[in-house]
């Protein structure tokens, strides 16, 4: 009985890589109905949306790489440079050698230019999944005995987790595990058949891992001899005859050997670039540990992060006991066992070891003994202490599966030929490895980043003729990033629309000098506040520009709003608006002598929305002469009236606030007016203060981080909140209120929320005004308006809204001392405009419970 055979005309590699394109698409869906418009950036999608706007990560930076070698090929820039980043005014100076993540930047080089940049991504990425399902068939069909056990381990093996993980979010890892296998091919061709092409294919592989991924030449080359010694140990048993049988695979591993030793001296050409970075003294143990997965992540299919990397998974488990077990049950033991089957069984046994090893340094610091295998291999093998992820050396795993799964399931139908228990077991074995599927493609769930055509910012900054003077763009982005941050990549992205020069970028390795000369000189303009000497410290570098991300403001770049950012820089004199198209805007940086330009339009309003609070519950008591820290991590740019408020306890002293150092200027509490319950008080010093008990005891609740003007009510008594000062990732215009969210720019989620300050005591009837554009969908849910109370947050309030509403009221809303914040919580099913705000003073009376 035949149980597996082979379409005529199809032949292995085809039926390969038929198996692999048919396994992409159920991976990837719905990628390829999307392919020439999304790219994947994230294997575990947790949003309501499969695909959302431009996300920022990894996936951005590597397209970027691939995208600098077409623009190299093309003529636009100098072979191994990157002059579009960290460029502070000399292109000869960003030399970046590299190999442009070659070969699977090629085919994005073939792609892109006639299809686009996500055609040319998603081309590469399949490109290299069908390179890792035909290697990893032809290396099973080496070590299986049956011609269907070569499929039924590859498609095993190539279902493993780690290699959709890390294709999905980005991470050249995922493209170069393409290799692995073809080394362990390419070796065991090379000794068993004493073939050159074999030799020169493995040679090809570590060159080729190199180019793609460092992580995966690292450990291939670890992995190399391994794989050398166990084709040696198959085609020569007797190690007596190893001497000889090494002395005459020499020539046949030539070419591998020279490839090798040329990957690794260019290596070590191209890298000592990385000796000046922060990366040159390698990673400490610490750090390793913050990114080693938890042991837990080995057989949980909860979504926790780096946990998930490491997963191995139980019906994997369950199926590498019973393959063995079943093997040891059908086996005639009253037939001697002959030479190969005890082989084979010590090739099992050394995969299976090679496995082990590769989960326990797999887990780092969570391994056995405190993680002491990697503590242990850190020690003895050079640079192994450059690896921050300790779950990179999964890329061996389908390496390794392959082989072992080969031999155990050709066992497995040799078995099944002879009787009909075995034809069950072999049934059996076929349901587990079907399980193993579908929970291998089950721990990935793709979310897709659509790639905008578009971006008027850096189109404006490009085509700024005026500012260039013939010269190549340069602007510096907003916000401003230590470096090494995921957000820049929204940069590098513009970057490719535009070849536009930037003085700060992206990239893990932050040149040496960035932080000094670049980051904290100018770190203030991520708040708005610019000097004339950093203006002109800007254009003696030779930039003429800054683009403002102003959807790309997480609170940690400032304590306020993108929006109070966009208006200081609108006000600056030495500041002219040239572009803006809600989110982005690019402003050109006048020469020190004044330039007539007309003003832009500004926000009247001197709300600021509050990011920075502190609370205690229970309420923070304070004896005499002790202190409370209100710090912060970086130091808050001068704001109008920036100040601290705080609320204390019934009976509590007044406290003073003092520098952060217990030395310098202090300042004293006084009341708010319209506030009783809340004193406030000058910052001490940029980066905070500390609340000092100084004449008895006080009681701390709460504390907030202000500047400008508290919410106060109009003449009439209604008070108007403008949306485009709130913290929000919608498109706004200075001197307008309103934001529009678009499903094209702006994802499902809680996308508006602030000021999260106090408000006039009162019962208002509190409105949000919204507009929405003709044609929209009758009844389709488009957001949910909350109004929670601080700290907390509180839910006071909810109401969901659609097309059918132009309005939500929430009516006779007491508002107490707490800070209020406003919520709204976007479907992206339609584009919403969000007018106003207001509180109005309630007309309904409220009647005491009798």
Avoid at 123 to 131: D, E
Avoid at 206 to 219: G, I, N
Avoid at 359 to 374: D, F, M, T
Wanted: some cysteine; hydrophobic content about 45%; glycine content about 8%.
């Amino acid at each position: 009985m035949k149980l597996c055979s082979h379409p005529s005309g199809l032949g292995y590699p085809g039926l390969l890589l038929l198996a692999g394109l048919l396994l992409w698409i159920l991976a990837a869906w719905p990628l390829p109905r999307l392919f020439s418009e999304v790219i994947p950036h994230t294997n575990l999608n947790p949003e309501q949306q499969t695909v959302q706007p431009i996300v920022p990560g990894d996936h951005l930076q590597l397209l970027y790489r691939f995208w600098l070698g077409l623009d190299a090929l093309t003529g636009h820039s100098p072979w191994f440079h990157n002059i579009y980043e960290f460029n502070l005014g000399d292109d000869a100076a960003r030399v970046q050698p590299y190999l442009y993540y070659l070969p699977f930047s090629l085919v994005y080089m073939a792609v892109a230019p006639w299809a686009g940049h996500a055609a040319g991504w998603n081309a590469s990425g399949l490109a290299s999944i069908l390179l890792a399902i035909t290697g990893l068939g032809l290396l099973a069909r080496r070590f299986a005995r049956e011609p269907g056990a070569g499929l039924w381990a590859t498609l095993l093996a190539a279902s493993f987790p780690y290699a959709w993980i890390t294709l999905f979010t980005g991470s050249p890892t995922g493209f170069a595990m393409a290799f692995p296998p073809w080394l362990f091919y390419g070796l065991d061709r090379a000794i068993r058949d004493r073939a050159i092409r074999g030799s020169v294919l493995a040679g090809l592989a570590l060159f080729c891992a190199y180019s793609s991924d460092l992580h995966v030449a690292f450990f291939s080359f670890l992995a190399a001899p391994f794989f050398a010694l166990l084709s040696l140990g198959r085609a020569y048993p007797d190690p007596r005859r190893w001497p000889g049988a090494i002395r005459s695979i020499l020539l046949p591993l030539l070419p591998c050997l020279v490839l090798g030793a040329t990957t690794i001296a260019i290596s070590t050409l191209l890298n000592r670039q990385l000796s000046g970075s922060v990366m040159g003294a390698g990673r400490s143990l610490a750090e390793m540990a913050s990114y080693s997965p938890p042991a837990r992540g080995l057989i949980s299919t909860a979504r926790s992060g780096m946990a998930n990397h490491v997963y191995f998974g139980i019906p994997l488990f369950i199926l590498l006991v019973a393959l063995p077990a079943i093997a040891g049950l059908f086996r005639d033991r009253h037939v001697p066992a002959d030479p190969t089957f005890r082989r084979d069984w010590a090739v099992v046994g050394l995969l299976a070891a090679a496995v082990t090893v590769v989960v326990l340094l797999a887990l780092g610091i969570h391994g056995p003994g405190e993680g002491l295998p990697v503590r242990l291999i850190r020690r003895i093998v050079p640079k192994y202490a450059m690896i921050r992820q300790t779950v990179k050396i999964y890329c061996l795993m389908p390496a390794l599966l392959s082989p072992l799964l080969g031999l155990l399931i050709s066992r497995l139908l040799a078995d099944a030929r002879r009787s009909a228990w075995g034809l069950g077991a072999a049934g059996l074995v076929l349901g587990l490895s079907l399980w193993t599927v579908g929970n291998f493609l089950a721990q990935t769930t793709p979310g897709f980043s659509r790639l905008p055509h578009r971006n008027s910012a850096y189109a404006a900054v490009a085509a700024d003729d005026q500012a260039n003077a013939g010269r190549p763009p340069h602007a510096l982005a907003i916000p401003l990033w230590p470096g090494d941050s995921h957000w820049s990549s929204l940069y590098e992205y513009g970057v490719m629309l535009s070849r536009v020069r930037l003085v700060n970028g992206y990239t893990p390795a932050v040149p040496a000098g960035y932080l000094e000369n670049v980051f904290l000189p100018y770190a203030s303009l991520n708040q708005g506040h610019a000097t004339g000497e950093q203006l002109d410290g800007l254009l003696a570098l030779g930039v003429r520009h800054l683009i403002v991300h102003a959807g790309a403001f997480p609170e940690k770049v400032s304590p306020f709003p993108a929006a109070a950012t966009l208006r200081a820089l609108v006000s600056h004199p030495r500041l002219a608006l040239i572009a803006d198209d809600g989110l982005n805007f690019a402003f050109r940086i006048l020469p020190q002598h004044p330039v007539e330009h007309t003003p832009h339009a500004n926000w009247a309003g001197a709300l600021y929305a509050a990011a920075r609070h502190w609370s205690w519950e229970p309420p923070l008591l304070l004896p005499e002469g002790q202190t409370a820290p209100l710090l912060l991590r970086s130091p808050v740019a001068p704001a109008p009236n920036r100040r601290f408020l705080l609320r204390l306890a019934h009976g509590s002293a007044q406290p003073l606030l003092i520098a952060p150092s217990g030395q310098g200027s202090s300042a004293i509490t006084h009341p708010v007016p319209n506030h009783p319950d809340w004193l406030q008080a000058d910052m001490p010093g940029p980066t905070g203060g500390q609340a000092h008990a100084y004449s008895g005891p006080v009681t701390l609740q709460h504390a907030l981080l202000v500047a400008g003007d508290l919410p106060a009510p109009d003449p009439d008594g209604s008070i108007h909140i403008s949306p485009a000062l709130l913290f929000h990732t919608g498109h706004c215009t200075p001197g307008q209120d309103d934001v529009t969210f678009d499903p094209a720019t702006v994802p499902a989620r809680c996308v508006l929320y602030g000021p999260n300050l106090p408000f006039p005591p009162g019962v208002y009837d509190i409105t949000f005004s919204c507009s929405l554009p003709s044609g929209a969908p009758e009844h389709e849910p488009l957001g949910i308006f909350r109004l929670l109370t601080l700290p907390g947050p509180r839910l006071v309030a909810e109401a969901a809204f659609d097309s059918t509403t132009a309005a939500i009221t929430f009516p006779a809303v007491t508002v107490g001392a707490e800070p209020l914040r406003f919520e709204f919580h976007y479907t992206a099913q339609a584009p919403v405009v969000l007018r106003a705000i207001h509180l109005v003073p309630s007309r309904l009376q409220l009647v005491p419970a009798s």
